[in-house]
C-alpha cells in the first residue's frame, strides 16, 4: 500500500505554489509514495485580490483542489506552505489549522509526520519564526515534526542571496513580489519533499 503525502500550502501570488510543486517533485522521486496538492481556503474579498493583482496570479494554480481539515487524517506526511505575516503563518493558514480540533480531539494525526516551508518579502522577513512557530501547532497535533538536515548543503550557499534554513524550504518574493523561487531555493524544497518522503514511507512500513 503507498505511503500517502499530503501537500497544503496557500499562495497568493504563486510564490508558494511554485515551493509546493517542488515539494511534491522530490516527494515523487521515492518509490511507493503517493503526493496530492491542494490549497487552504482563501477568505479575502475578489475585489481585493483584483486590486492587487493577486487574482490573476492565482489561476496558475486554480486547479488545485481545496483542502478540507478531515482529509489530514487520510494522510501518512503533510507539508504545509505558507507565506509569512510578520513573522507568523498567514492567516488563511491559520484559520485551516484552527478546524482541526476534533482531529486532535481524536488523536487523528498523532504519529503522522509534519514539515513546513515558507517565504517571505525580504531576506530578514521572518522566515525562521514563521517555521518554528507553525511547528508548535504540529507538536500540539502530535506529529512527527522534520525539517532540513545540512547533508542538503544547498544551506550553506553563501555565494548568492537565497532562502533556506534547518527548520524548512524558504524563498524570498522581494517586496514587490516581482522575485521568483531560485534554482537553489527550488533544489532545497525538493530535498525536503524527498526527505520527508522517505522518512514517512520507513514509518508507514
Given at each position: 500500500?503507498?505511503?500517502?503525502?499530503?501537500?497544503?500550502?496557500?499562495?497568493?501570488?504563486?510564490?508558494?505554489?511554485?515551493?509546493?510543486?517542488?515539494?511534491?517533485?522530490?516527494?515523487?522521486?521515492?518509490?511507493?509514495?503517493?503526493?496530492?496538492?491542494?490549497?487552504?481556503?482563501?477568505?479575502?474579498?475578489?475585489?481585493?485580490?483584483?486590486?492587487?493583482?493577486?487574482?490573476?496570479?492565482?489561476?496558475?494554480?486554480a486547479h488545485i483542489p481545496v483542502a478540507v481539515?478531515?482529509?489530514?487524517?487520510?494522510?501518512?506526511?503533510?507539508?504545509?506552505?505558507?507565506?509569512?505575516?510578520?513573522?507568523?503563518?498567514?492567516?488563511?493558514?491559520?484559520?485551516?489549522?484552527?478546524?482541526?480540533?476534533?482531529?486532535?480531539?481524536?488523536?487523528?494525526?498523532?504519529?503522522k509526520v509534519g514539515s513546513v516551508f515558507a517565504?517571505?518579502?525580504?531576506?530578514?522577513?521572518?522566515?525562521?519564526?514563521?517555521?518554528?512557530?507553525?511547528?508548535?501547532?504540529?507538536?500540539?497535533?502530535?506529529?512527527?515534526?522534520?525539517?532540513?538536515?545540512?547533508?542538503?548543503?544547498?544551506?550553506?550557499?553563501?555565494?548568492?542571496?537565497?532562502?533556506?534554513?534547518?527548520?524548512?524550504?524558504?524563498?524570498?518574493?522581494?517586496?514587490?513580489?516581482?522575485?521568483q523561487p531560485s534554482e537553489n531555493e527550488l533544489?532545497?524544497?525538493?530535498?525536503?519533499?524527498?526527505?520527508?518522503?522517505?522518512?514517512?514511507?520507513?514509518?508507514?512500513?
Amino acid at each position: 500500500m503507498a505511503t500517502q503525502m499530503q501537500v497544503v500550502f496557500y499562495s497568493m501570488y504563486g510564490h508558494m505554489y511554485q515551493m509546493a510543486e517542488a515539494v511534491a517533485a522530490g516527494a515523487r522521486e521515492v518509490q511507493g509514495v503517493d503526493v496530492t496538492l491542494y490549497q487552504v481556503p482563501e477568505f479575502v474579498p475578489a475585489e481585493a485580490l483584483e486590486r492587487t493583482g493577486a487574482k490573476a496570479a492565482r489561476q496558475a494554480f486554480a486547479h488545485i483542489p481545496v483542502a478540507v481539515p478531515d482529509q489530514l487524517a487520510e494522510a501518512d506526511a503533510i507539508l504545509f506552505g505558507t507565506p509569512t505575516r510578520f513573522g507568523n503563518m498567514c492567516a488563511q493558514m491559520r484559520n485551516f489549522l484552527d478546524q482541526t480540533g476534533r482531529l486532535w480531539a481524536q488523536g487523528a494525526l498523532v504519529g503522522k509526520v509534519g514539515s513546513v516551508f515558507a517565504s517571505t518579502s525580504t531576506q530578514h522577513g521572518g522566515q525562521e519564526t514563521t517555521l518554528t512557530s507553525f511547528h508548535t501547532t504540529l507538536f500540539h497535533l502530535g506529529m512527527v515534526v522534520v525539517g532540513v538536515p545540512y547533508a542538503e548543503t544547498r544551506l550553506t550557499k553563501m555565494d548568492e542571496i537565497t532562502g533556506g534554513t534547518p527548520y524548512g524550504a524558504t524563498t524570498l518574493a522581494g517586496s514587490d513580489g516581482a522575485r521568483q523561487p531560485s534554482e537553489n531555493e527550488l533544489a532545497i524544497a525538493r530535498y525536503q519533499g524527498r526527505h520527508v518522503a522517505q522518512i514517512a514511507h520507513k514509518l508507514a512500513r
